[in-house]
């Protein structure tokens, strides 16, 4: 029997992501289209375990399209891992009257709302919210398209001073599992070398890349390196590697770190967060639960939650071709 549903709440949780605000607003708008109530649970599950809830309007969230990070806020919670500490989840629902839950988040969000799902048979739906990129089900995830851009944007100035002084400059950016801000930063920058997790190239090969370049008269280069490169323990060391090996190049280090997750949302994050919204609040409707909302071939899809967990965004192979010609 389809539950009814009067009240949906709606929490971000893990790293914040650019485009999050404008999900939230669209869960809320869409709950007041289809005559619903909705509230917003601050702090993600520790807030639920709190029971820190509070009633959103329509108006309640104006003017926040545009902005970065979360008016909700984030926060880890050991907690709710814990059996008592999703029924204290549960009860603070219940007394709050709250029908359905939508989390924006990854997969460590999604994981956490699908078991609470099960224990409770309480309708959840994922909206995936990080500049990983890394959530299977879905070409795009919020806050990926804001976050490569702000990567490009900082890479080109960086590129200016690497020209200028005839430099070699490791720029490190987010991704400890997936690389698709590296790969895709690397090639709309010009990157000589591009590091990833998905693919260990090994420091050989890339000292004989980078000896070839040098040898072909460039006398400046980028390498972008994903925090969760194998190559080396870390971009420093990498750095320190390769002035020992190529004394020729005078190696710089650049980490890009939290500068990527800030900032205002592109248009496409803030569109495709509000088509996210209002599908997760229509599949409710539909009696719907489990699943995560994404978006495939620019057209809005549902998947299993349990798949989003444990299956993985990968990288196209196609773009790891294109980065190898384009470091000729």
Request: net charge negative; with cysteine; charged share 25%.
């Amino acid at each position: 029997m389809k539950k009814i549903i009067k009240k949906i709440g709606v929490l971000t949780s893990g790293g914040d992501a650019p485009g999050m605000n404008a999900a939230i607003r669209a869960v809320i708008r869409a709950a007041s289209y289809y005559k619903l109530e909705s509230v917003g649970v601050y702090r993600g599950y520790e807030g639920l375990i709190e029971g820190d809830i509070v009633p959103l309007t329509a108006r309640d969230v104006h003017h926040i399209i545009q902005k970065g990070g979360t008016i909700l806020k984030s926060a880890r919670s050991d907690e709710f891992r814990t059996i008592e500490g999703r029924k204290k989840a549960y009860d603070y629902l219940v007394k709050n009257e709250v029908d359905a839950l939508v989390i924006i988040g990854g997969d460590g969000s999604f994981t956490g709302g699908m078991v609470f799902s099960k224990e409770y048979d309480f309708p959840v739906i994922g909206i995936p919210g990080t500049i990983d990129n890394d959530i299977y089900g879905t070409d795009f995830t919020i806050g990926y398209d804001t976050a490569l851009n702000t990567a490009v944007e900082v890479i080109d100035k960086i590129r200016d001073t690497a020209s200028s002084h005839n430099r070699l400059f490791f720029v490190e950016v987010m991704g400890r599992d997936a690389g698709f801000i590296a790969l895709n930063a690397g090639i709309g920058a010009g990157a000589e070398e591009i590091l990833i997790p998905e693919e260990d190239m090994g420091v050989d090969r890339m000292l004989i890349s980078l000896e070839k370049s040098r040898r072909s008269g460039k006398t400046s280069s980028l390498v972008v390196v994903a925090e969760g490169d194998k190559t080396g323990k870390n971009v420093f060391e990498l750095a320190s590697y390769v002035e020992e090996n190529l004394p020729q190049y005078d190696v710089r280090v650049s980490v890009l770190g939290h500068m990527q997750r800030g900032g205002a949302p592109s248009c496409f994050d803030r569109v495709m967060a509000s088509r996210m919204g209002v599908k997760a609040v229509e599949l409710l409707l539909d009696g719907k639960s489990n699943l995560m909302v994404g978006m495939i071939n620019n057209e809005m899809v549902e998947n299993d939650l349990e798949l989003a967990v444990k299956e993985h965004h990968k990288i196209n192979p196609e773009i790891l071709r294109v980065s190898e010609i384009m470091s000729v």
